[in-house]
């Protein structure tokens, strides 16, 4: 399994199974795969954990699990680590559409980033949290700021998977509508609205049809959106002169 292009979620004392299989259903829903694991409370592998995991088991088989978190963030850059609380310790404080942008950046510059979660009963201690390279806090409810593990790891994961998203791959040039593809179909409804009466009265036409030129150019169509407005028009002139 690859896991170079995503960072590690590093589960500290996990208590319940079921979390655990939770939060990798979570994890894989949002194309995270690098499950670590500090000494889980019920031992490991848990049947609880397969159950909530639901097709997620896979990232549960190749789960690490070590006894401290040193160990499973040995080979991280940087770290984070997940609080609701304030803390005295003095770190850098990122959102987690914050963090995540930090550790897109360092990826991509070829580090190895980790997230901690901590236990479900009250989360990282301090101790977990001097380990870690910066915090991230979520802008919870300041009167019931507790998340469930695999709803923290949830949104973490999902801000990953919506910056990936703001990168999304461009539409070929080939079908991208050409200059004279825009043209022709402006000249198109030139025609039929021209039929219709819709340039009136005459000495609004030309900056009509300018605007309407200007609108076709903002739009960015595509080749088969060209046919499917020439073919509409086609389509409405054939029903005013009763054809099918």
């Known amino acids: 399994m690859t896991t170079s292009r995503t960072p590690a979620c590093i589960l500290v004392r996990p208590q319940m199974g079921e979390n655990i299989g939770a939060a990798a259903r979570a994890m894989l829903n949002f194309g995270w795969t690098d499950m670590r694991l500090v000494d889980p409370r019920d031992g490991w592998p848990n049947p609880r954990a397969e159950a909530l995991a639901s097709g997620a088991v896979r990232v549960l088989d190749d789960a690490r699990v070590e006894k401290s978190l040193a160990e499973a963030a040995g080979d991280c850059h940087f770290t984070f680590a997940t609080t609701a609380r304030p803390r005295d310790l003095v770190k850098p404080v990122y959102t987690p559409e914050e963090a995540v942008s930090e550790a897109r950046s360092r990826l991509d510059s070829g580090q190895k980033v980790g997230f901690f979660f901590g236990p479900e009963r009250a989360g990282l201690e301090n101790d977990d949290i001097a380990q870690a390279n910066a915090i991230v806090t979520v802008p919870v409810n300041p009167d019931f700021a507790s998340l469930n593990l695999a709803q923290c790891v ?3 994961a999902y801000e990953w998977r919506r910056q990936e998203g703001e990168g999304s791959l461009p539409v070929p040039d080939t079908d991208r509508a050409t200059v004279e593809d ?9 025609e039929r609205l021209d039929e219709a009466g819709f340039f009136f009265p005459a000495t609004k036409a030309p900056h009509m049809k300018r605007s309407l030129r200007n609108l076709w150019s903002r739009l960015p169509l595509l080749q088969s959106d060209i046919q499917i407005l020439h073919g509409a028009l086609r389509q409405l002139v054939r029903h005013r002169d009763g054809q099918r």
Do not use: P, Q, S
């Open 182 to 190: 825009i043209d022709r179909l402006a000249g198109h409804f030139e």
């Open 154 to 156: 949830l949104l973490v």
